[in-house]
């Protein structure tokens, strides 16, 4: 019953987006058009804020499942987030515009890392397998390659959305593609010998006092 109040509202914040700039809409409004109360909608969301990040969690949750994430299909799954934005457009430009924007991007950049960091252990265990080692990375290190690479692909699909979406779907991947060939794979490779070479680095010999 929750799921379908919280669909109902979704509905209704859409319907009213295309009425009237996002800013002025009201939670009355919002419950009177979804035909719900404003405990209703209280019991489900703490704000339009909340609704708003609600919606797109869920719905790139839907395109970013555990078992889609890997290096050998990660082109098809930011293809097909790109086709979920184009199909949003509207929406997401109007959340972008108005004072939710700040809040929901972060929200956004959240959801993307959590899917970076399962990309990252994915392709750790890729380049394992193909190179026969067992990488004894410190979580330090994995945060700084998921916070990279989230970085890199948000803030480049954020401002492919931004910028009017210019670039077909395919273009697009294809140079995020060239510029990112690789380049995890090098870094965990450059990081295996850093830990090779320092297991074999004799201790350093204590400081006279």
């Known amino acids: 019953m929750a799921r379908y109040t919280q669909q109902l509202l979704s509905a209704a914040i859409k319907e009213l987006i295309n009425e009237k700039p996002l800013d002025e809409i009201t ?13 209703t909608f209280y019991y489900n969301f703490h704000s339009i804020s909340d609704l708003l990040n609600w919606m797109y969690t869920e719905g790139f949750g839907a395109e970013v ?5 890997a290096p050998d299909t990660w082109k098809q799954l930011f293809l097909d987030t790109m086709d979920y934005v184009r199909g949003e457009a509207v929406y997401l430009r109007a959340i972008y515009d108005s004072g939710y924007g700040p809040s929901f991007r972060l929200c956004m950049k959240r959801l993307f890392e959590r899917a970076m960091a ?32 989230t970085m890199a692909f948000f803030g480049m699909l954020e401002a492919w959305f931004l910028g009017g979406m210019p670039d077909s779907n395919e273009e697009f991947v294809y140079m995020l593609s060239k510029l990112s060939r690789n380049n995890m794979y090098q870094t965990f490779e450059s990081l295996e010998k850093d830990e090779k070479l320092s297991a074999h680095m004799p201790a350093r010999a204590p400081e006279n006092q």
């Open 27 to 39: 939670v009355q409004e919002l419950v009177d058009r979804a035909n719900v109360n404003r405990k």
């Open 65 to 69: 499942s555990a078992a889609q994430i």
């Open 118 to 149: 399962r990309f990252v252990r994915s392709a750790v265990g890729v380049f394992e397998t193909r190179r026969q080692v067992s990488l004894s990375l410190t979580p330090q290190q994995l945060q700084y390659v998921v916070q990279y690479y």
